[in-house]
């Protein structure tokens, strides 16, 4: 999923492009990042750049001649339907995996639009350009370090929130129960590869919560509906890319889970086996809709613009469940 333009801030002055360009991330997401390069009329695109939370990497360099620097920026897809995607003033093409394209305006077999968003970076104290990709939290590096931490604790099912880069008791107790049940020592928290760790960590199957594992060659959307009794929730799309695994934010003890799940091509086309769609649902209908949806009322979606899909009851009686993707 795209970062949204308003979650995304920069520091911008006049500065003539002339050294590399660096990206800083300040946010609690571990995101990708791609950049366009626009220049006399001729647009290329670039990607994409991880980024972790309080790490910059540079993403041009040498000297920069272009007439307009733009950006687009996407979390990982272990954070779920979140954050939206942004809104920008240019559309430009971007693939699924890392790229470089060259007519940035026109897109082909295997490439999608994305908005991206011009970018005028400072000039930092070693010479180099820098942009920063901040929240309207307005973390300093240490800050989106630990929110970070809290939110894939969040994710992996537990209890750090608040999600506001403040240490305190009970995100170090969050913190400790995570590495020992994932065998971690507790000094790989200063690793440099410290995310990457725990992003691995937290998308391996779980034994507690629902796991969704993308055990397909595609890219596997998903949406996930809870009933508490009162309202039946459903909310998606969760991007679960091959051979990997993703733990919807599911929150509270709700009565009943459901879930729904298809894989899609790079164009997002649902892909096809034998002419009918790759899909893992079930009868019960609920509402959804092609972006990025949270929906309470369930009754009557045609009518109001949405899709009634089928999802399919999820037994948590013991206490997790891992619903495996698979081709048929």
Not at 10 to 27: G, I, Y
Request: aromatic share 6%.
């Amino acid at each position: 999923m795209s970062v949204p333009a308003a979650v995304i801030s920069f520091l911008v002055s006049s500065v003539p492009a002339h050294a590399d360009l660096k990206l800083c991330n300040r946010m609690s997401y571990v995101v990708e990042a791609a950049i366009g390069i626009d220049d006399k009329a001729a647009t290329a695109t670039r990607g994409w750049f991880r980024i972790d939370p309080a790490t910059c990497r540079v993403v041009v360099q040498g000297a920069l001649t272009a007439d307009r620097l733009l950006l687009n920026a996407r979390a990982l897809g272990v954070y779920g339907a979140t954050p939206l995607p942004q809104n920008g003033t240019d559309t430009l093409c971007v693939a699924q995996d890392n790229f470089v394209i060259a007519a940035a305006r026109q897109c082909r077999a295997g490439q999608t639009p994305a908005q991206f968003t011009q970018i005028t970076p400072t000039q930092g104290d070693d010479g180099n350009l820098v942009a920063y990709l901040a929240e309207d939290s307005e973390y300093d590096d240490e800050q989106a370090r630990l929110a970070a931490i809290q939110r894939l604790l969040v994710i992996a099912g537990y209890d750090a929130a608040p999600i506001d880069g403040v240490d305190g008791p009970k995100t170090q107790s969050a913190l400790s129960a995570f590495l020992k049940s994932r065998g971690l020592a507790s000094d790989i928290v200063q690793s440099p590869n410290f995310f990457a760790t725990m992003i691995d960590a937290v998308q391996k199957p779980s034994s507690s919560g629902l796991t969704w594992c993308n055990d397909t060659p595609h890219k596997v959307m998903a949406a996930v509906a809870t009933d508490d009794g009162k309202v039946v929730t459903s909310r998606g799309w969760y991007r679960i890319d091959p051979g990997k695994c993703l733990h919807p934010d599911v929150t509270g003890t709700p009565k009943q889970i459901y879930s729904f799940a298809e894989a899609v091509d790079g164009d997002n086309r649902t892909i096809r086996i034998k002419d009918k769609p790759l899909s893992w649902g079930g009868t019960k209908e609920l509402c959804t809709r092609e972006s990025k949806f949270e929906v309470n009322e369930q009754g009557d979606c045609t009518s109001r613009g949405l899709a009634a899909t089928g999802f399919v009851p999820v037994d948590m009686t013991s206490g997790g469940k891992t619903l495996r993707f698979a081709m048929p």
